[in-house]
């Protein structure tokens, strides 16, 4: 079992950042490729980002490329979504995820789920 919790949401202005954090636990969280999704209001929930467990391979979505930085500290547990020039559209409640599958962006892929942080984009 691995257990996640994400933090660092919050409201915040167009053009805008935050860091949203996801600290996990459990047995060989290491091992995991930790993926970033979001779903707003009405919508699906989307893939973000994920990253490798080896710390170095990433993986974004084309709407959050340029945007956003997905990092890991394997010896703290934690994953970290850097968000930056946020916009109205960024609203959404952001999830991240455990998958033993490398690259996978299908909700499905993934077996460990956090319980999510509202971000909220201002205009």
């Known amino acids: 079992q691995v257990q996640l919790v994400e933090s660092g949401g919050g409201l915040v202005q167009a053009g805008g950042s935050l860091r949203l954090s996801c600290a996990a636990s459990g047995r060989t969280t290491s091992a995991y490729n930790m993926g970033w999704f979001r779903q707003a209001p009405g919508k699906e929930r989307e893939f973000v980002s994920v990253s490798h467990w080896n710390g170095r391979d990433t993986y974004y979505a084309d709407s959050v490329t340029g945007r956003f930085t997905v990092s890991r500290d394997n010896a703290k547990n934690t994953v970290y979504l850097q968000l930056n020039s946020l916009n109205a559209e960024d609203t959404a409640v952001y999830y991240c995820?455990?998958?033993?599958?490398?690259?996978?962006?299908?909700?499905?892929?993934?077996?460990?789920w956090g319980q999510g942080t509202q971000v909220t984009v201002s205009s």
């Open positions: 995820a455990a998958t033993l599958q490398w690259g996978a962006i299908s909700t499905a892929a993934y077996n460990y």
